[in-house]
């Protein structure tokens, strides 16, 4: 799980790493990964996408689990609990009931390539389409992502969730026009007479609803920005990755000093 950004994967930002396996399975159409050595700290969830297992912060972190679930199918899991560094289990909702996906680093083989292996119950076989390895995985290491085709129907779990309000663009205040229209539609709005003086709760309510609509009207709602620094720029790295992955793939092709050379400063113009 180093995408070729450093020579020591502790020197490597999370949020980098993340953003670069991220792209790497989304352009492979991959729904489900369980990714190995994160080392990451704890337990936790990245952008409700990415959970992990691992050791504690001071602890000496060698192993590591991950699993990687596209954004779609965030409503049909139940969020992995418990676990180690290097086991992890999440459970997906489909039609014919829960569907168990387990991440497993297992020891060190002996012999040599390592194996990467996806294991599936016996009664389930007919399920399992087709399994291939992914040779033009960019992921800077000597295991190749192993992909398993499955055949399964992801269902939502209802969830109780109230809607939230749209967020008021409070930049808008310091506009001289915006705050007199606020000022106008607040006081056309307001009326306070029809409350008795004991009662606190029903004038509170009618202040905060009357004052929240009139600055959303004024002021209007504001504008969800990206976050995300990978996907704001993504544009102008893309063409670093690119080209970054041919030379991995006519490294893996042709093993020579040549094409050695050429991924290197690829990776170099990558970081």
């Known amino acids: 799980m180093r995408p070729g950004l450093a020579d020591c994967i502790e020197q490597i930002d999370d949020a980098r790493k993340t953003a670069v396996i991220d792209r790497e399975l989304s352009r492979l159409g991959i729904d489900i990964a369980c990714l190995q050595k994160t ?22 972190r060698q192993h590591g689990v991950r699993i990687a679930v596209k954004n779609s199918l965030i409503p049909a899991i139940v969020p992995p609990t ?28 002996c012999a040599t390539p390592e194996l990467d292996l996806v294991i599936n119950r016996r009664a389930d076989i007919r399920s399992v389409l087709h399994t291939l390895s992914f040779h033009s995985a960019d992921c800077d290491t000597d295991h190749s992502l192993v992909g398993c085709k499955v ?45 008795s003086a ?26 969800r920005l990206n976050a995300d620094w990978y996907e704001a720029h993504w544009d102008e790295m893309q063409p670093a990755f690119e080209a970054k992955r041919q030379a991995l793939l006519a490294y893996k ?11 290197r400063a690829a990776r170099s113009k990558a970081q």
């Open 39 to 60: 080392r990451l700290a704890d337990s936790g969830s990245i952008r409700e996408a990415f959970f992990w297992q691992d050791l504690p912060q001071d602890n000496s």
């Open 82 to 109: 418990g676990g180690s560094e290097r086991i992890l289990a999440l459970r997906l909702l489909t039609s014919t009931g829960f569907a168990n996906v387990l991440c497993i680093y297992a020891p060190m083989l």
């Open 151 to 195: 055949r399964l129907t992801a269902k939502k779990i209802h969830r109780s969730k109230t809607k939230g309000f749209p967020r008021i663009n409070t930049c808008r205040a310091n506009d001289p026009e915006s705050s007199r229209c606020f000022q106008t539609t607040f006081s056309a709005k307001v009326d306070t007479s029809s409350f």
């Open 198 to 223: 004991t009662d606190i709760d029903s004038r509170w309510h009618h202040l905060r609803d009357v004052i929240y609509t009139s600055a959303l009207t004024a002021f209007g709602k504001k504008d």
């Open 253 to 263: 092709h042709n093993t020579c000093v040549n094409t050695c050379d050429a991924l």
